[in-house]
């Protein structure tokens, strides 16, 4: 922590960014945040949706927590958070209900469920309640960005796999002759999630890009 | 420095009082409230827009010789031509994860035309099957009088691991198409 002060604000403001992406990665390194990791990462565009929204409850939370964190009391902070998440949470289902209805119905039950995800809350008590309000943005990009990555990481192999093409938007990138007609639609369903996820653990470790926090 | 001092002590004191928690998390609570009410104005007419597009679209897949329709009061008078084609209705299940809203669509003969599900929070995987054509698909052309699961002697075959969200789309198919036949030929 001392070596941090040394250097300057904007370095630190970097330090702290692409800190989440690689070294904290929520999901690979941190092992938080399954549950939406696990469920909406059956398409790239459900995983893309998820981590929008994610980057911008964290990032509105963050900054939020960070600009009250020297009135709040020590005694109701966790209660306060809850307060501030679901606040965000709320409207960002309510535009995305009026604007993207599509992308609504897809993420379901899991886009409420942000309230609960153990980043944003994590976050909140780790980092945004004790720094300045300039890092937590930081932080809450680099998080964020980590988690969408690793969403999309997951959805990619998923994708391909259990439906044998890639498809943005609606848009199809390429569909794999034989598989595409067989797919292995295993991959799409939950078990497929937990397959991807563990393997993909696994070979982060064993290629030693992650280490144990 | 006298001052500064005073004012220090005055916040500290507000800080350290046993009410502040309190009175903090209820303005906490009151400025998120306000703000998700006005987040919620905002949206509510663009949702209820969207709501209106899908049941159009719906409409349209239901009754492909739709030229015409027309709201009464509780339910759809679709016409193709001069000609009333048949009838639509939304109606709400109680599902195993929350309200499953529905639409239903019946010919001039009262029997089913098909259904669609307009929206669901079931268990993804397993009671979102009830959205399914291989689930949908079973109640065309049945009388008010087969809707509803096998086992309650109806013609709907359950979706395995499902039987909650499948029984709720059928039986309250079943209700509502009761209360909008009468309702139907009353107004004959």
Redesign the interface.
């Known amino acids: 922590m001392s070596q941090l002060k040394e250097i300057s604000p904007g370095k630190k403001f970097w330090v702290e960014f692409v800190k989440g992406i690689v070294v904290t990665n929520p999901v690979f390194v941190l092992v938080l945040g399954l549950c939406p990791a696990l469920a909406v990462t059956s398409s790239i565009d459900n995983a893309l949706g998820m981590g929008a929204g994610v980057i911008f409850v964290l990032l509105c939370s963050n900054i939020i927590i960070s600009l009250i964190r020297k009135i709040t009391p020590d005694m109701v902070r966790i209660p306060v958070f809850i307060v501030v998440i679901a606040t965000f949470v709320t409207i960002l289902s309510l535009v995305f209900e009026a604007y993207i209805p599509p992308l609504y119905e897809s993420l379901g039950i899991y886009l409420a469920l942000i309230v609960v995800n153990c980043i944003i809350l994590g976050r909140a008590e780790a980092f945004a309640q004790k720094n300045p309000v300039l890092y937590s943005i930081a932080d809450a990009f680099g998080i964020g960005i980590g988690f969408t990555v690793s969403l999309l990481l997951v959805s990619l192999f998923r994708e391909i796999l259990g439906t044998g093409s890639l498809s943005i938007f609606g848009f199809t990138l390429f569909s794999i002759p034989v598989l595409s007609e067989t797919p292995m639609a295993f991959f799409i369903m939950p078990p497929g999630a937990f397959l991807v996820l563990g393997l993909l653990l696994a070979l982060f470790r064993w290629l030693g890009v992650l280490k144990n926090e | 420095m006298e001052n500064n001092k005073n004012s220090k002590s005055a916040g500290r004191k507000i800080?350290e009082s046993k009410i502040?928690?309190?009175v903090?998390?209820v303005i906490?609570?009151l400025i998120?409230v306000s703000?998700?009410m006005v987040?919620?104005n905002i949206?509510q007419a663009?949702?209820a827009q969207?709501r209106d597009a899908?049941i159009l679209k719906q409409l349209n897949i239901i009754f492909p010789e739709m030229t015409d329709f027309k709201y009464l009061d509780k339910y759809y008078e679709i016409y193709a031509g001069n000609d009333i084609a048949g009838f639509a209705f939304t109606l709400k299940g109680k599902g195993y994860?929350g309200d499953i809203n529905m639409l239903a669509g019946i010919d001039s003969n009262y029997n089913v035309k098909a259904i669609s599900i307009l929206?669901n929070?079931e268990t993804?995987?397993l009671g979102t099957k009830i959205a399914e054509s291989s689930f949908t698909d079973q109640f065309k052309g049945l009388g008010q009088q087969d809707v509803g699961l096998t086992i309650d002697g109806g013609k709907i075959d359950a979706i395995t691991g499902a039987t909650i969200s499948s029984k709720a789309v059928a039986d309250a198919l079943r209700g509502q198409m009761e209360e909008i036949i009468e309702l139907i030929k009353n107004s004959n």
């Open positions: 800080l502040y928690p309190l903090f998390l906490i609570v998120s703000l998700i987040i919620g949206t663009k949702i969207q899908e994860g929206s929070t993804p995987g």
